[in-house]
């Protein structure tokens, strides 16, 4: 099905936004620290019109129906329709001066959903760059992916940082996105041509709100409590007092946070420096602490990373925001074909992507 299938007419303006990987930083990011995530080539796309229909029109090819709407409330049941009411909801509220325009809406996507790779930021930011365009607003990218996250975290209700909505807002693919959270400085960093990055999909859907995502956002806001700071990322290993925080799990879920804020700097240096060793360590330090201080991994997930390691990969961890989805590995390019090779006798063709 095409735009002119559904609405008959054509569209007037596109945009897109692509998927991420997260190289390694993981529930850094609204803990005021940093992240090092990469553009994924699957992408979000949005196409529009103008209607004289009085209401909104959006069609989803993924979920193959359309929804209409006139108000931006949002669903009782937690619908594909929220995200886009919300980014309308935010878009109108930031431009008050824009009259209520009704829309058709084309929805198509190439990411796979629940997998932890941010297909729902990408929407949001595929949506408001296409309004952006629309309405000649003449936003940044930066007030695009700030907006966005404004989506999720007010409208939706994922208690996430700005990570997602940066990257798939302003990254570009094959350069690693180094991002300080807190200041939104970021650095654009060439991904060694020698190094390969793979995704497998553990096939273990993820869902935030049903998860322990945000149990584990109000754990680390515990820990912040507990030592007096108001961001973890604030804090150095060699400062990270254990004694302050009297709650064992509490203790676990802060020392993953301080011990992945440091391993992102490293990993930034080693991608300079071109180390795929130092990279590859850290990779596999950062899913330990993610798997036994976070308790953020799966016994499927586990075994991945524990296949990939013996098949060849430098490093491999889980990433995204835990509880399922994809694992991403770094392989040298000269060993990715014998890396390949074993992976493919436990898992099918279909679930390993290129980065």
Known sequence: MSFKDIFHIDYSVINSAHARVNLIGEHTDYTGGYVLP???????????????????????????????????????????I????????????????????????????????GRGISSSSALCV???KTLNDFFNTQYSEKHIAILAQKVERDYIGVSGGIMDQMVSS??????????????????????????????VDSAVQRNLRDSAYNERYNQLKKAEEFL????????????????KIN??????????????????IQAKQSI??????????????SHQSYARDFDASTR???????????????????????????????????????????MLKFYDSKNIFEV
């Open 38 to 80: 990469s553009l994924l080539n699957f992408k979000t796309t949005i196409q529009i019109s103008k209607n004289q229909n009085k209401q909104y029109q959006v069609y989803s090819e993924h979920f193959t129906e359309q929804k209409n709407f006139t108000d931006f409330l949002k669903s009782t049941n937690n619908e594909w």
């Open 82 to 113: 929220d995200y886009v009411k919300g980014c309308l909801f935010v878009f109108y509220d930031e431009n008050k001066h824009i009259p209520n325009t009704h829309l058709n809406m084309f929805i198509s996507s190439t990411i796979p959903m």
């Open 126 to 128: 595929a949506i408001l």
């Open 170 to 199: 302003i990254g570009i693919h094959r350069k690693a996105f180094f991002l300080d959270c807190l200041s939104l400085k970021f650095e654009l960093i060439d991904i060694p041509e020698e190094w390969g990055f793979y995704l």
């Open 228 to 243: 007096g700071v108001e961001y973890l990322g604030s804090i150095k290993p060699k400062q990270f007092d254990e004694n």
């Open 247 to 264: 709650d064992k799990l509490i203790l676990k879920r802060a020392k993953h946070v301080v011990s992945e804020n440091e391993r992102v």
């Open 272 to 285: 300079l420096k071109k180390d795929i060793k130092i990279f590859g360590k850290l990779m596999n330090e």
């Open 300 to 342: 499927d997930v586990d075994l991945i990373v524990d296949r990939s390691i013996a098949s060849g990969a430098e490093g491999a961890r889980l990433t995204g925001g835990g509880f399922g989805g994809f694992t991403v590995s770094l392989i040298n390019k000269n060993f990715i074909q014998e890396w390949k090779k074993n």
